[in-house]
Nanobody, 125 residues
């Protein structure tokens, strides 16, 4: 079993930055592919970014490419999402997720059996 706890959300002005963290429990973190998803009010949850188990490969949704960076520290059992140049449309509840698939090309919610509770990101215009 894997437990995930997100942190780092908050209120920021457009153009600002935030870094989300996701701390994972369990001894298998270094074997897990990790992803970030988000859900805006009234919308379906959508894929944001994913990273392979060793951190060597990443995959992004088109609208965040060049602005968001996913990374991980396996020694700390933590995955990060650095978000720069934030826009009001980035406002959402951001979820961390873990997959038994070790690669990064994993943008489907069904590929992630483990989920955190989410952290709110609000970008004001």
């Amino acid at each position: 079993q894997v437990k995930l706890v997100e942190s780092g959300g908050g209120l920021v002005q457009a153009g600002g930055s935030l870094r989300l963290s996701c701390a994972a429990s369990g001894r298998t973190f270094s074997y897990l592919g990790m992803g970030w998803f988000r859900q805006a009010p009234g919308k379906d949850r959508e894929f944001v970014a994913a990273i392979s188990s060793n951190g060597g490969s990443t995959f992004y949704e088109d609208s965040v490419k060049g602005r968001f960076t996913i990374s991980r520290d396996n020694a700390k059992n933590t995955v990060y999402l650095q978000m720069n140049s934030l826009k009001p449309e980035d406002t959402a509840l951001y979820y961390c997720a873990a997959s038994h698939y070790s690669g990064s090309y994993n943008n489907k919610q069904t590929g992630y059996p483990y989920w955190g509770q989410g952290t709110q990101v609000t970008v004001s215009s």
